[in-house]
């Protein structure tokens, strides 16, 4: 269970880098493995499989649930999209290889456009990772809040997206192999995670705290910010001045009608 770790000790970029490269690396060999071993040999490697495969989706789902830290929580969901992955290896043949091949580019592109946003919403000093800092987070980067949504529904395989067409084709290829104790594994924590996922979203819609951290502007803004601030600064002064203009020329102006009717006053019979 190294992988929590070093997704939240390593920068963004290269935790997304360490969850996308290696997966297919290892899913790869995985298949060459199982489609060269024979006889026994491959009887008693299926099997190995399917437990580790079992494992890997109800520890790594189970866990995922308890976190408060999004990039351990992806870490730990990673887990659970090994055990998915492993169920192509165990099914072999064609159909595994292209479902393998399509999962891996689904999840592949859903990780890093989660780790994307985490990196762009981040400072120079340290990751924003706490799910607690995305409070609200649609309110005031509304771009970088749909992405990190898009990105998590599809990796909890919602309709309409590329997880969820994924994940069809993983339990077309464990009906083809008649991989029933997988299949049904992969269901249950399919819906499980589901849980984290969508409170997560919920985090980021939810109304934004008046005092809610101020979020870094990106990398490169920083004179357009300024500038505008500046638009904003100058626009507000003009304001303030020409007020008080007004006010003294409304107080001219009622001296000047006072001082008319003391006058017609005094000529007055």
Not at 90 to 113: C, D, K, N, R, S
Request: include cysteine; proline fraction near 4%; aromatic fraction near 8%.
């Amino acid at each position: 269970m190294w992988t929590p770790d070093v997704y939240e000790g390593a920068p963004a970029p290269t935790a997304a880098f360490l969850a996308t490269v290696s997966k297919g690396g290892v899913v790869a060999l995985l298949l060459r493995w199982v489609a060269a071993a024979g006889g026994d040999g491959r009887a008693l490697l299926a099997s190995s499989l399917a437990l580790l495969a079992v494992l890997s989706m109800l520890a790594g789902t189970g866990l995922a649930l308890r976190q408060e830290n999004l990039k351990r929580l992806l870490a730990y969901s990673s887990i659970a999209h090994v055990g998915f992955l492993l169920v192509t290896a165990l099914a072999a043949g064609p159909l595994a290889v292209q479902a393998a091949g399509f999962y891996l580019v689904a999840y592949a592109l859903a990780i890093l456009g989660g780790f994307g946003a985490v990196a762009l919403l981040s400072g120079a000093e340290r990751d924003r990772d706490r799910i607690a800092e995305y409070h609200g987070l649609f309110w005031r980067r509304p771009g970088a809040a749909l992405v990190l949504t898009l990105s998590l529904l599809s990796l909890g395989g919602l309709p309409i997206t590329a997880g969820f067409v994924g994940k069809l084709v993983l339990v077309a290829t464990a009906v083809e192999g008649a991989l029933w104790l997988p299949l049904a594994t992969l269901a249950v924590a399919s819906v499980a995670a589901l849980f984290y996922y969508l409170r997560v979203v919920a985090t980021l819609f939810a109304e934004s705290d008046a005092g809610a951290e101020a979020l870094p502007a990106p990398a490169g803004l920083p004179a357009r910010a300024a500038l505008a601030a500046g638009a904003i600064e100058r626009p507000t002064a003009a304001r303030a001045l020409c007020s008080r203009k007004a006010r003294r020329v409304v107080m001219g102006q009622e001296l000047i009608v006072a001082a008319s009717g003391r006058i017609a006053g005094s000529r007055a019979p």
